[in-house]
């Protein structure tokens, strides 16, 4: 979907202080089903649209999380039950977990990055017989970033490490990738999912590499600048790919030699 359709904000919840998920549901047209790790671009009356991936997956409902940041997520932000925003999309590519059945799972978030992620998880944990091992390993900067914290609770697999610990957290401190080695699963039978910013995709999809988990199977979200969603503005480039089109999820295969490539 090219135009945008409208779409009332139902619901809303503040996860942290600059961040809030919004559930958006249909006035009257409802967009094709979204499958996680695609994206739509959101648009601010008056204000502009931005890409935003969907958090939870439930029918006709978009379910998004918004940092504000800018001009249009701070108007995004800043919504309540009852205002009205237009929504395109599907756009991208997702996760492919059902690829991953019968492998152990891993998936890694830093910040922002676990909303994403978060309809992997659920689906893993509605169907555990699909595959093996799950793990959910997450960072954050400070504890006061966290996202889903309720939620993550009840996860038995979730790992969380913040980088500056306030006197209250009892968690672990450092980045996510020093969670790897308490993760139990088996390289040469892992799927790994990793979201968040691009020095903590580098370095955890490069560990996971060097210890055997094969490239194709480690898939990235990668973020650029997003205008038109449909491959035609160019905003998105990177090398080859225009990420509206040809990511946001790729293959490590794919990713590691254009992220090792230094942006002038």
Same mark, same amino acid.
Request: glycine share 10%.
């Given at each position: 979907?090219? =135009? ?256 090792? =490539?230094?942006?002038?």
């Amino acid at each position: 979907m090219t =135009v945008p359709v409208p779409y009332r904000v139902t619901e809303r919840e503040a996860e942290t202080a600059d961040t809030a998920t919004i559930v958006l549901e249909p006035v009257q047209v409802a967009l094709q089903p979204f499958a996680p790790g695609q994206f739509a671009m959101v648009y601010a009356f008056g204000v502009g649209d931005i890409p935003l991936s969907v958090c939870a997956i439930d029918g006709h409902r978009l379910t998004h999380t918004v940092r504000a940041v800018g001009a249009v997520s701070g108007a995004l932000h800043a919504l309540r039950p009852g205002k009205t925003v237009g929504v395109r999309g599907p756009f991208g590519t997702g996760w492919e977990l059902p690829a991953a059945a019968g492998l152990d799972l891993l998936v890694v978030a830093g910040g922002i990055g676990l909303a994403p992620l978060r309809p992997v998880v659920r689906q893993a944990l509605a169907a555990p017989e699909r595959y093996g091992r799950l793990n959910v390993l997450i960072g954050a900067r400070e504890p006061r970033d966290l996202l889903y914290t309720e939620e993550v609770r009840g996860w038995p697999a979730a790992l969380t490490t913040v980088d500056r610990p306030d006197s209250q957290w009892q968690g672990e401190v450092g980045v996510v990738t020093t969670l790897l080695d308490r993760a139990t699963f088996d390289p040469p039978s892992t799927a790994a999912f990793i979201c968040g910013p691009e020095p903590m995709i580098r370095a955890t999809a490069g560990e996971l590499a060097h210890h055997g988990v094969d490239p194709e199977r480690i898939r990235v979200s990668l973020e650029r600048n997003m205008h038109c969603a449909t491959g035609h503005c160019g905003h998105c480039q990177l090398g080859p790919l225009l990420l509206c089109r040809d990511g946001p999820v790729v293959s490590w295969t794919r990713a590691r030699p254009l992220l090792m =490539v230094r942006e002038l």
